[in-house]
């Protein structure tokens, strides 16, 4: 059986996350695919992050009709920072049979040798790299010739980023977040007054 593990922080997910993991679905044979947000992301600040609940709960709207496509409370239910390095070896544990690909955007393979236990993280997991920006495709594809157990899946980028949204949401710009997030996601948002300011 044939897993695969998308992980990141999810302030909010928006449509390039939802058509990242798509793509991914259409590029490999797997049986599961779980969405993981983070309760401590390690590589960023997590000041301001919005709670646990509201995070699982926008994956779950943007997810929904995604088939074979599970989101995860796992970290948000551990202590401490959230390091791939344990979320992969307990789905490993789970999972022992088959491909375990771990999904990264191609700007966290660019930083990936300096994370928590990479070399022991790398030989738990297939990791399975996707381009999420123009800018680096090609330095992507280079950094991915370093780890030869890697998959590499170009795919057209759709530029946007879960801070624009936030931005976006704090202006009350809604009009322009519905091309970049799920319907849901957006009413969710605004129904609880996500990333609007509380000063």
Known sequence: MNTAIFG??????????IRLL????????????????????????????????????MLRLAAAGLDRVTVSDWELEREGKSYSYYTVKHFRELYPEGELYFIMGSDMLL?????????????????LCITRSAADTDACREKARQYPS????????FEVSSTQIRRLAAEGRY???????????????????LYISKD
């Open 22 to 57: 798509r793509t991914v679905l259409q590029a490999v044979e797997v049986e599961n695919a779980f969405i993981i947000p983070d309760r401590i992301p390690p590589h960023k600040q997590a000041l301001g992050l919005s709670s646990g609940q509201d995070r699982l709960e």
């Open 111 to 127: 930083s990936f040798d300096k994370w928590y236990k990479a070399e022991e993280l790398m030989k738990l997991c297939t990791p």
């Open 8 to 17: 990141g922080t999810f302030d909010p997910v928006h449509n390039g996350h």
């Open 150 to 157: 890697a998959v590499f899946v170009e795919a057209e980028p």
């Open 175 to 193: 009009d322009e977040l519905e091309p970049l997030v799920d319907p849901k996601v957006l009413g969710y948002i605004i129904e609880k007054k």
